[in-house]
């Protein structure tokens, strides 16, 4: 649920533009986020990935960051300040580069090569841009037509998050099943 990224993106920009108002500190500060993702994500895929992986499955690495994502839409609903959208999106972004996006891809081995190549091209474009847009979209909605507030509209998207924890497993579990079929017809 890339949309989930999208919102944190859009409430980083509205809550650190309302708090931070000189352009040079806010680029600076968007800075050291992003310097704290790329360490981060670094000693993770460094000491980590593979562990989890391996070890706990790609159910738990693919997992990782809907459940992020629900604690960060709580943590905003009951307090959207600088703070918390910060940590959410170093938490987000971090754990998608070190364990989600790895095991996404681990997910795409149990698929023919032609299939793989049509489906990931569909998924990064459709899937992935288009829910930027659609998600930019009604987050709009919700806030412009419906008056929603950014604490209300993060409480209101927990439920979208939930359903993709619940499809993250679901592709684990899947992609479980193809490995053990494979497994048991080369054996």
């Known amino acids: 649920m890339q949309e989930a990224l999208t919102y944190f993106y859009l409430e980083q ?16 500060m968007l800075a ?19 562990r989890v992986i391996s ?18 839409f709580i943590a905003l609903a009951i307090a959207p300040v600088v703070g918390v ?23 795409w081995t149990v698929v023919d090569r032609e299939a793989k190549y049509k489906a990931q091209s569909f998924v990064d474009t459709v899937v992935f841009r288009g829910g930027d847009a659609a998600s930019g979209w009604v987050f709009g ?19 979208f998050a939930i359903g993709w924890l619940v499809f993250s497993l679901k592709l684990a579990v899947m992609h479980a099943r193809l490995v053990d079929k494979a497994r048991d017809g080369a054996g």
């Open 13 to 28: 920009a509205r809550i650190v533009g309302a708090v931070i108002v000189d352009r040079a500190e806010r680029v600076q």
């Open 32 to 50: 050291r986020v992003d310097l704290a993702v790329s360490i981060l994500t670094i000693a993770l895929q460094l000491f980590m990935t593979g």
């Open 55 to 72: 070890k706990l499955g790609l159910g738990l690495a693919i997992a990782c960051v809907p459940v992020v994502a629900i604690g960060g």
């Open 85 to 107: 959208i910060l940590t959410m999106m170093v938490a987000e972004r971090a754990l998608g580069f070190a364990f989600a996006n790895p095991a996404a891809r681990v997910l």
């Open 141 to 159: 909605m919700l806030s412009k037509t419906l008056g929603l507030g950014g604490a209300a509209i993060a409480f209101v998207t927990v439920p």
